[in-house]
């Protein structure tokens, strides 16, 4: 069984990197050929997809997110990583990591951690 569960702080002052930890069981992050990603929703939005890490390696960010984003991965702890430089209040949502394989849906989620942005 595959379990994703996130971590993190709950509330980062803005202008301040936002940094959340995937943690996986069940599987290896570097299995082929899974992807891992974050995934947000604000509060009264859809979700918004901010970047995956592939079973390579390779990393992938929303054009929109690409600047201030970046995901990366501890295979020895089997970790998926993602930090969010420079947050403003609009970064507040639930911040989700999921996994997905080649061409399909994703499959498997975390339960979601809430972050808020306030001084």
């Known amino acids: 069984q595959v379990q994703l569960q996130e971590s993190g702080p709950g509330l980062v002052k803005p202008s301040q990197t936002l940094s959340l930890t995937c943690t996986v069981s069940?599987?290896?992050?570097?299995?082929?050929?899974?992807?891992w990603s974050w995934i947000r929703q604000p509060p009264g939005k859809g979700l918004e997809w901010m970047g995956t890490i592939e079973y390579s390696g390779s990393t992938y960010y929303s054009p929109s997110l690409k600047s201030r984003t970046s995901i990366s991965r501890d295979t020895c702890k089997n970790h998926i990583i993602l930090q969010l430089s420079s947050v403003t209040p609009e970064d507040r949502a639930v911040y989700y990591c999921?996994?997905?394989?080649?061409?399909?849906?994703?499959?498997?989620w975390g339960q979601g951690t809430q972050v808020t942005v306030s001084s």
């Open positions: 999921a996994r997905r394989s080649v061409g399909m849906l994703y499959d498997y």
């Open positions: 069940g599987d290896s992050i570097t299995a082929n050929y899974y992807y």
